[in-house]
C-alpha cells in the first residue's frame, strides 16, 4: 500500500471496474441459460477472470482512496 496512483489512472480503475461489472453481470445472467459442459465451463472461466480484473482494478482504486484519506487526515 506505498505505491502512489495518479488520478488519471484512478479515474480509470473506476471506469474500468464499472464496466468490468456490466460484463460480469451480464456473463452471470447468461451461465443461468446455459446447458453443455463445455459452455458451462468456458463461461466459468470467463467470469473468474472478470472477478480477477475487478480485484486488480478495485484495488487500485481504493489504494488511491486510502492514500488521499492519509494526506488529508496528516
Known amino acids: 500500500m506505498h505505491k502512489n496512483i495518479s488520478i488519471n489512472k484512478y479515474e480509470?480503475?473506476?471506469?474500468?471496474?464499472?464496466e468490468l461489472n456490466e460484463v460480469l453481470l451480464e456473463k452471470e445472467r447468461e451461465l443461468k441459460n446455459t446447458q453443455g459442459f463445455i459452455n458451462?465451463?468456458?463461461?466459468?472461466?470467463?467470469?473468474?477472470r472478470l472477478y480477477k480484473q475487478i480485484s486488480e482494478y478495485g484495488s487500485e482504486v481504493l489504494?488511491?482512496?486510502?492514500?488521499?484519506?492519509n494526506k488529508?487526515?496528516?
Do not use: G, H, P
Open 63 to 69: 489504494e488511491y482512496e486510502y492514500n488521499k484519506a
Open 12 to 18: 480509470y480503475s473506476l471506469r474500468r471496474v464499472d
Open 40 to 48: 458451462r465451463f468456458k463461461l466459468n472461466l470467463e467470469v473468474k
Open 72 to 74: 488529508i487526515f496528516n
